[in-house]
């Protein structure tokens, strides 16, 4: 329809690879039936603009230090209304709460108290997101890892790198008996249930957020340590599995922040793409890390929604320590309409998609008084922000839905959807699953994800040509 004189050259070439691409899946996938629910509805121009989403609602928040591309918001423990709370968490925006720990139990719990506490100093950490040819011992006892610097480390002076983080897993305990983590090799039987009541016994629900999730606080620690500071020290980008939103205070030493939301997606995708460090090997279109990074210090909070790729790194050169819990109210449930789509078709998103299938059956068989009595799901229903639903806001929701999964059923081969029901309510974790596979599936895993992956870079790249990225 229009010439490559009407557009200018970047733009017409991105273009021109979605053409292509879509051409490609539609031979690809010819025979499958589509339903009339996925040709009413545009599932491409559905997702508002990413420069549109996070910065035009950002300059209602006064809590600004400066306005930068993609802002991460700041605010101070006493300045954060409960209000303004829900809302950050319902539009899954990542936001910093300084001074937050000044007030909490853990106040006190720096790197002296973890190297002599009588709990903790014996605590096994796992060495986490290590390289191959990493000098670190794997399981560490926090004395020493909260006694160390990057001027006392070998593999820091010899490589000029950082150290990997290691991770105590409390909140393993609760879900498995003693002879089941007894035979788990990233289990540590350090990692008891009286160190576990001991920290549940120092949670407390900030006064901005709502006191029903304390239970989900005390069902959810989880430590991170580093012995030093450096380039590389931290945990690798990755996306975590769990559908709750996520808090992490900082208690000792320093942490850069680096996050963002996942990238749209133009295929669905049965494979994870966010594992430890994944992204690093996978050439993108853009840079995944849009907004502004979080430097936190001692009493610092950063908060996040799910399906937000995040990395740490360790700032200045000693020991720091850090607690992360997640809680589920309220729910992320304005972002997780918006961008719908691209969360529908990530295969590391899988825990949410019962919990959208779950709004939309809701929505189906509630009537409108109700609705509008359900904060989760009005705000999940409602598209133009103005408090109320409407009956073309449900619908347009509820037929965006039943869109993406006919478009699941229509792309993803059938092979993958009726063997393994792929795409549907399973996917492959790793290259470790897929080598599980027999040959048939993994070539027929493969062969989809290398199509969907270029889908995604043609149709991204089509977003940058148009200022939408």
């Known amino acids: 329809m229009f010439g490559p004189e009407l557009l200018d050259a970047a733009m017409f070439a991105a273009r021109l690879r979605v053409f292509c691409c879509c051409v490609l899946l539609h031979c690809y996938s010819c025979g499958e039936a589509k339903s009339e629910n996925a040709k009413n509805v545009d599932i491409r121009s559905w997702e508002p603009a990413e420069t549109q989403y996070w910065l035009h609602d950002a300059r209602s928040f006064q809590a600004l230090d400066k306005m930068g591309a993609f802002p991460i918001l700041n605010f101070t423990r006493d300045s954060l209304r409960p209000e303004t709370f829900d809302r950050l968490v319902q539009e899954g925006r990542p936001f910093v709460v300084r001074g937050l720990g000044k007030a909490h139990p853990m106040k006190n719990w720096d790197c002296d108290f973890f190297r002599h506490q009588d709990l903790f100093r014996n605590v096994q950490g796992r060495r986490e997101y290590a390289d191959t040819a990493s000098q670190q011992p794997q399981w560490m006892p926090l004395h020493n890892i909260m006694s160390s610097s990057?001027?006392?480390?070998?593999?820091?002076?010899?490589?000029?790198?950082?150290?990997?983080?290691?991770?105590?897993?409390?909140?393993?305990?609760?879900?498995?008996?003693?002879?089941?983590?007894?035979?788990d090799s990233h289990y540590s039987p350090t990692w008891t249930r009286e160190l576990l009541e001991f920290v549940q016994n120092h949670t407390v629900v900030p006064e901005f957020m709502r006191g029903n999730n304390m239970r989900s606080l005390r069902d959810t620690p989880e430590f991170w340590?580093?012995?030093?500071?450096?380039?590389?020290?931290?945990?690798?980008?990755?996306?975590?599995?769990?559908?709750?939103?996520?808090?992490?205070?900082?208690?000792?030493?320093?942490?850069?922040?680096?996050?963002?939301?996942?990238?749209?997606?133009?295929?669905?995708?049965?494979?994870?793409?966010?594992?430890?460090?994944?992204?690093?090997?996978?050439?993108?279109?853009?840079?995944?890390?849009?907004?502004?990074?979080?430097?936190?210090?001692?009493?610092?909070?950063l908060f996040f929604g799910p399906a937000f790729i995040h990395q740490t790194l360790s700032e200045g050169v000693g020991p720091a320590a850090s607690i992360t819990w997640q809680f589920d109210d309220p729910m992320p449930a304005n972002f997780m309409?918006?961008?719908?789509?691209?969360?529908?078709?990530?295969?590391?998103?899988?825990?949410?998609?019962?919990?959208?299938?779950?709004?939309?059956?809701?929505?189906?068989?509630?009537?409108?008084?109700?609705?509008?009595?359900?904060?989760?799901?009005?705000v999940f229903l409602d598209m133009d922000g103005d408090g109320s639903v409407t009956e073309s806001e449900r619908t347009a929701v509820v037929s965006l839905w039943k869109a993406l999964i006919?478009?699941?059923?229509?792309?993803?081969?059938?092979?993958?959807?009726?063997?393994?029901?792929?795409?549907?309510?399973?996917?492959?974790?790793?290259?470790?699953?897929?080598?599980?596979?027999?040959?048939?599936?993994?070539?027929?895993v493969q062969q989809w994800e290398i199509m969907a992956l270029q889908l995604d870079a043609a149709v991204e790249s089509d977003f940058s040509a148009r200022g939408e990225l």
């Open 150 to 183: 990057m001027v006392d480390l070998p593999e820091a002076k010899k490589t000029g790198a950082g150290t990997s983080p290691y991770y105590v897993g409390i909140k393993d305990v609760q879900y498995r008996s003693p002879h089941e983590l007894s035979l």
């Open 225 to 301: 340590f580093v012995q030093g500071g450096g380039e590389s020290t931290g945990a690798k980008a990755h996306v975590d599995v769990h559908p709750e939103s996520t808090w992490s205070l900082q208690l000792c030493g320093e942490k850069r922040w680096r996050v963002a939301a996942i990238s749209p997606r133009a295929a669905p995708h049965v494979m994870k793409l966010y594992q430890d460090g994944q992204i690093y090997n996978r050439s993108e279109h853009r840079s995944w890390n849009l907004f502004e990074d979080a430097v936190l210090f001692p009493g610092d909070a």
């Open 406 to 444: 006919s478009e699941v059923k229509a792309k993803v081969p059938r092979i993958l959807r009726q063997r393994m029901q792929l795409g549907l309510e399973a996917v492959v974790e790793d290259q470790h699953e897929l080598a599980d596979l027999p040959k048939k599936l993994r070539d027929a």
């Open 337 to 378: 309409r918006a961008f719908m789509p691209r969360l529908r078709f990530t295969a590391d998103c899988h825990a949410l998609w019962p919990r959208m299938q779950h709004l939309v059956q809701w929505a189906q068989r509630t009537d409108m008084q109700k609705i509008q009595q359900s904060s989760d799901l009005c």
